[in-house]
């Protein structure tokens, strides 16, 4: 069996990806372990209005320039 908390509940904006925000836990979210320039953050706030996965985060850590570019608008026929 799983965590409790280790149960996907969101679906990433970014990805797709289903993953489990801890914004609304008692403990803190896994996110805030990832350090993210502010520039990425800004953009972040732009382009998505949730939270995304620790996946896309790690790498947005590792390559900031990916949040520009990821923040670009682009169809996604499968979606809604
Ligand atoms: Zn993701």
């Known amino acids: 069996?799983?965590?409790?908390?280790?149960?996907?509940?969101?679906?990433c904006p970014r990805c797709g990806g289903e993953f489990h925000c801890g914004a609304n836990d008692a403990a803190p979210c896994?996110?805030?372990a990832v350090?993210?320039?502010?520039?990425?953050?800004?953009?972040?706030r732009e382009g998505y209005a949730g939270c995304l996965c620790l996946?896309?985060?790690?790498?947005?850590?590792?390559d900031p320039a990916a949040a520009t570019r990821a923040a670009l608008p682009r169809?996604?026929?499968g979606c809604d």
């Open 1 to 11: 069996m799983a965590e409790p908390d280790a149960i996907p509940d969101t679906r």
């Open 30 to 32: 896994a996110c805030t």
């Open 35 to 44: 350090r993210l320039e502010a520039t990425v953050l800004a953009a972040l």
């Open 55 to 62: 996946v896309c985060l790690r790498e947005l850590a590792i």
């Open 75 to 77: 169809t996604s026929p």
